[in-house]
């Protein structure tokens, strides 16, 4: 999977005695302008999220508590990232597949959207993913 595709970015971890401050700012930490902020919990063992791509949002997404793994589809490859440290996020771009799975009791899945939410632009079956990505692979050439 390309580079492009995906990141991991570390923000700034900012120690003190009283306890750890980690921030992220639109256009300088992360790179979109932030519209939109959301954040998944309590979700029961064996339980997945995700399971769409975008068309245009990109996202980034941070495991603020706990831990649990992300699965990048490009429709050509998949890699898998495990995330569990609050100062360290995923940028995941447009026309990617993701997956969130194996979630860790308690943990907290923190995502910062660059764009608000739309239903037109979510690919919510595989067989639509694959077929967006043919389509916009053809465009390019």
Same mark, same amino acid.
């Given at each position: 999977?390309?580079?492009?595709?995906?990141?991991?970015?570390?923000?700034?971890?900012?120690?003190?005695?009283?306890?750890?401050?980690?921030?992220?700012?639109?256009?300088?930490?992360?790179?979109?302008?932030?519209?939109?902020?959301?954040?998944?919990?309590?979700?029961?063992?064996?339980?997945?999220?995700?399971?769409?791509?975008?068309?245009?949002? +990109?996202?980034?997404?941070?495991?603020? #508590? =706990? %831990?649990?793994?992300?699965? $990048?589809?490009?429709?050509?490859?998949? /890699?898998?990232?495990?995330?569990?440290?609050?100062?360290?996020?995923?940028?995941?771009?447009?026309?990617?597949? +993701?997956?969130?799975?194996?979630?860790? #009791? =308690? %943990?907290?899945?923190?995502? $910062?959207?660059?764009?608000?939410?739309? /239903?037109?632009?979510?690919?919510?079956?595989?067989?639509?993913?694959?077929?967006?990505?043919?389509?916009?692979?053809?465009?390019?050439?």
């Amino acid at each position: 999977m390309e580079t492009s595709e995906r990141t991991l970015i570390d923000l700034p971890k900012i120690f003190d005695i009283r306890g750890n401050l980690t921030v992220a700012e639109s256009l300088h930490h992360v790179p979109f302008d932030i519209k939109r902020v959301y954040w998944t919990y309590d979700i029961p063992a064996g339980e997945s999220r995700g399971g769409h791509a975008h068309k245009e949002c +990109r996202e980034f997404i941070i495991a603020v #508590s =706990g %831990s649990f793994s992300v699965t $990048l589809d490009n429709g050509h490859e998949k /890699e898998t990232f495990h995330l569990n440290h609050p100062w360290q996020g995923l940028l995941v771009e447009t026309g990617i597949w +993701r997956t969130l799975e194996d979630f860790s #009791s =308690g %943990s907290v899945c923190l995502v $910062l959207a660059s764009e608000e939410f739309l /239903e037109a632009d979510y690919i919510r079956e595989y067989d639509d993913f694959v077929r967006y990505i043919q389509e916009n692979t053809e465009e390019k050439k």
